[in-house]
């Protein structure tokens, strides 16, 4: 490891779009840690040269240098996020909802609300990619996802292929027959519709 003198006086850098957590660059965890070894046996050495039992020293000791490496670590976060708090306000200050969910979750959004207008009531949903599923249900509520539903939403799934020339969908072994494609997005990211009989 690089030891970063710059990362110690620096805010911690801002990885995302918005504020989750502020990330310690190994350069300040290894200094805190040498900050606390030497504090520890720093304090320990005063105490005991003041003629004081070794016990109470050593409580003291810990006590003073917990509290200070605390201090120092909060100090740090709290830079880091007024940093983030900073761009965050940048970023999104004097947009409306929508606007804020398409700068943070963007091509996830602009599906959810394209696949909203077209499906009317239920969808199945079939996705390789988890954490995208999670939000585009949540963002097609009070749509229902079931089983069987009319509508199919593909998103971002490596698995699925769809065939417009038979209007076939094939995930694996598992194929849907007398399917439509209703919009299509990209080769992973599509919304079908079952045909009726």
Known sequence: MKFDFRSLISPPPINGTTLNSVMLDPSFTLFMYILVCTLLVSLIVLYLKRRSRPLPALNTALLMTFFSAGTIYAAHADIGWTAWLTNDIGMFA????????????DAIWDFAREAKAVIPREYELYSSDETAALRTEYFLLPLRKREQADYIVVLRDRQADFDPVTGTLSRGNFRIGHVEAVRLFARDTYILKRKSP
């Open 94 to 105: 004097g947009k409306s909802t929508e606007e804020k969910l398409s700068a943070m979750d």
